[in-house]
């Protein structure tokens, strides 16, 4: 028995033995159960949790903040986009895939949004649109106001996909058409376009409604827009839908200047 005691004793006088008053000191404040230490543990425990659950809140309400920048080829909001993030021009090139970005507005609270530029080919802005759609905080519909006038069945026709789509959803995004490139002669003007665009719909909305329904069950758009029996006004719809002229590209043609106030305002407003 001497010799098995000597030889614990001896184990612990090495290597053990430098620990052992750190090892008597924290079991010390185990059992006395310091106030002062625990309070300190729970402190940091809580800024801990506060930290991880502020970083959800903020993922979370970063994906609810998208804006989608919609519009046919050629409208400009690549550009547009490209503007809005870095006050510069660029030349750009036709999207086939979506771009995004956060974007500070210009308000005193320092809301940021998400900008998502979606690809305006035909064979593609519908597929990216269903794609994002459910998580738009706002949509900025861009128009070519200069090809307007040769373009508008065709702007009519994804724009009325849109507003459908858009009316379906339960966060019913803040909803803006922007007549660009209003630095161009012929543009026309967002009144007009107004105007035309609410023809349009309105011939849209008969044919559709003639047609013979889909077979698809589970879709659960309307089946037109506005008021039955009277000519179609975006006044009409249950969301509100603005409209704006901007130049992205910027007065005369200048490549250094742009004039997308407007747009920034539109955007801090609804951030």
Not at 15 to 22: C, K, S, V
Not at 81 to 98: A, K
Not at 188 to 204: F, G, V, Y
Request: charged share 25%; hydrophobic share 40%; with cysteine.
């Amino acid at each position: 028995m001497a010799s098995a005691d000597s030889r614990r004793l001896g184990d612990g006088d090495g290597a053990g033995g430098a620990f052992q008053p750190y090892l008597d000191s924290l079991r010390q404040e185990l059992q006395q159960r310091d106030p002062t230490v625990l309070s300190v543990v729970v402190a940091l425990l809580a800024v801990l949790l506060t930290l991880v659950f502020w970083k959800l809140v903020r993922s979370r309400r970063s994906s609810q903040r998208a804006v989608l920048l919609l519009g046919l080829c050629d409208s400009g909001k690549t550009l547009l986009f490209v503007r809005l993030l870095t006050g510069h021009y660029r030349d750009t090139q036709t999207s086939i895939t979506d771009s995004s970005a956060t974007y500070r507005v210009n308000n005193n609270r320092g809301n940021s949004l998400t900008l998502i530029d979606l690809p305006g080919h035909e064979s593609l802005r519908l597929q990216f649109l269903e794609r994002f759609k459910t998580s738009a905080r706002a949509v900025v519909f861009v128009v070519d106001s200069a090809a307007f006038q040769r373009e508008v069945k065709d702007v009519a026709e994804f724009l009325y996909q849109v507003l459908i789509d858009s009316m379906s959803l339960k966060n019913t995004p803040s909803f803006l058409i922007a007549c660009n490139k209003q630095d161009i002669a012929m543009a026309k003007s967002a009144k007009l376009i107004q105007q035309q665009l609410e023809k349009e719909l309105n011939t849209l909305r008969v044919t559709r409604s003639a047609a013979p329904s889909t077979l698809d069950s589970s879709s659960t758009a309307p089946a037109q827009l506005g008021k039955k029996g009277k000519e179609f006004e975006f006044s009409q719809l249950p969301l509100k839908v603005e409209f704006l002229e901007c130049s992205a590209k910027g007065g005369r043609g200048d490549p250094g200047s742009a004039d997308i106030q407007d747009l920034e305002k539109w955007l801090a407003k609804i951030a």
